[in-house]
């Protein structure tokens, strides 16, 4: 069996006494990208279906479509 790799603890780098920076594993960032992103389209889906659902015929849809509206 392999071993489980550990996830590597962030390194807060100083300056003046205080944190400016962090360096983290490229895998745990991409990670919390993807889980952002996750929240974002969450928070997206929950304000569109806030709104109530409208609907137009699709010949009314194809025609402004066309000319550009």
Known sequence: MKARA???????IYRAGK??????????Y???????????D?????EMRRKPLKFRKLEDFIQEYRSGV
Not at 19 to 28: G, S, W
Request: charged letters at 40%; proline letters at 6%.
């Open 42 to 46: 969450l928070k997206a889906l929950e």
């Open 19 to 28: 944190p400016k920076a962090v360096v983290l594993d490229i895998n745990e």
């Open 30 to 40: 991409r990670e919390m990208l993807a889980q952002l992103e996750d929240i974002e």
């Open 6 to 12: 550990r996830k590597k603890i962030p390194e807060i």
